[in-house]
């Protein structure tokens, strides 16, 4: 069993950066494939961000191609997403999710453990 715990939402004006957090208990970070994922009102949960259990590889939808990050550090068993240049069409909860259930390449919404998300309103 994963448990993941996000934190670092909150209200930032257009153009601005956020950084979001993810930390994992029950696995570690190191053996497992993480991913970010958002969900807008009225809209289908989509996908964002994810990370190769290596950290070699790693995964963008293509409208946060060059804004956002993914990361993560073993050592504290923590998934991060840098988001810069904020845009209104961002606002969203944020999910953390690990052990992808389809090839990462897929940009698959298929994940097996999920936090409970974490709330980014970008205003404009």
């Known amino acids: 069993q994963v448990q993941l715990v996000e934190s670092g939402g909150g209200l930032v004006q257009t153009g601005g950066s956020l950084r979001l957090s993810c930390a994992a208990s029950?696995?570690?970070?190191?053996?497992?494939?993480m991913a970010w994922l958002r969900q807008a009102p009225g809209k289908e949960r989509e996908f964002v961000a994810a990370?190769?259990?290596?950290?070699?590889?790693?995964y963008y939808r293509d409208s946060v191609k060059g804004r956002f990050t993914i990361s993560k550090i073993n050592a504290k068993n923590t998934v991060y997403l840098q988001m810069n240049s904020l845009k209104a069409e961002d606002t969203a909860v944020y999910y953390c999710?690990?052990?992808?259930?389809?090839?990462?390449?897929?940009?698959?919404?298929?994940?097996?453990?999920w936090g409970q998300g974490t709330q980014v309103t970008v205003s404009s």
């Open positions: 999710a690990a052990e992808s259930l389809r090839p990462l390449e897929s940009l698959s919404r298929d994940y097996r453990y």
């Open positions: 029950g696995r570690t970070v190191s053996r497992t494939n």
């Open positions: 990370i190769s259990w290596s950290g070699g590889s790693t």
